[in-house]
């Protein structure tokens, strides 16, 4: 059981999530656990991002694609909403990733509000919020006064 | 429908499930209309949040309804007499200042009323609670900046607000009723009385008008009957337009 449930989790850090595709759902904090469900059956517990997020859908048949083609069939695909999911189970490795793609990452949820944003380009923190929503429901749009440049933030939830 | 307190528990799902699926769909008509590209992404992710929170509210009535209902057969199959909404989010949008008006004083209702939801004893309902609230602090920043740049703003801006919060005062009141289905589930823990949220409400939504330099109009007696289906005219234009498809071809997927 054991290294069949290394083999799931190694397919499961192969789906990436389709709105910001240099993460995976794993490092996303998007997998609970695999568990065992009452039938016996075995069943990959994941957690909704946000409540709206139309990718949700999306990434349960690209986890149940990917399992099938690994010859893991079978292997249900819950969602599970308690306890929510926070920006904070994002893992370091995955807020640098989200850096150098150009999203600066979630602030700890803990922080100061008012903790300046760094530019994920140029790295000043002179930059300020044009709009609380952004182009998916994880990401508000930020501008950067010292190189001028656009950028988006992921949203601390 | 079952009986007794599970009968009531359907019935306590679909009037928070309608409720945010109608503020959805009415946020959603702004997609293609927005007065800023900005606030078009603002609005739409807002309508989205909504549709996501329907989307979990209905699927727990479906389930306690038991009869193989979806929370699409619930959303798309009813007719307007059998939804359960406040009649304050199925009010049109109108101009800007109306639909921030709207989203304010039903943004704070929404907050206290979920937090107040995420503690009670009924788990499913709990969590989702637990789930939007931070997604409804979200909805009530955007909706306080709107309240106090459009009041304390222009002579034009102010006016129409005012004009707005001065025909939708009248079906804030409903927000704070019980009735016999919502007694029986607070009994059990199993639902929040928004009677206690009227007072923090109104002291909340107070500051804010006078920040914003808005009076409080001044309504003898609140509208209301979402609660047992009697809805304003409004209320079927927009489900005409959110069910044409699976009206006209039962049962199409995408």
Redesign the interface.
Known sequence: MVSDDAAIWDVLRSVPDPEIPVLDIVELGMVRGVETAADGAREVILTPTYTGCPATEVIRRSVEEALAAAGLGGIRVRYRLTPPWTTDWITPEAREKLRRYGIAPPRPRRSAPDRPVACPRCGATDTDTVSEFGSTPCKAAMRCRTCREPFEVFKCL | MSDGLHGYQYDYALRLGDTALVLGQRLSEWVGHAPAL??E??VS?????????A??LLEYAAAHKGDGSSADSLAFGRDVLDFRNLLLVEQPNGDWAMTIARHYLYSVFHRLHFAALAACAD?RL???A???A??IA?HL??ARDWMLRLGDGTEESHARLQAAVDRLWKFTGEMFEADAVEEALVAEDLAVDARRLAAPWRAEVEALFREAGLAIPAVSRMTTGGRRGHHSEHLGHLLAELQFLQRTYPGLEW
């Open positions: 900005e606030l992404m603002a992710n807002l309508a989205l949040d909504q549709i996501g929170e989307q979990l788990e709990a969590g989702i637990a789930k939007t931070p997604e979200y920043r955007f």
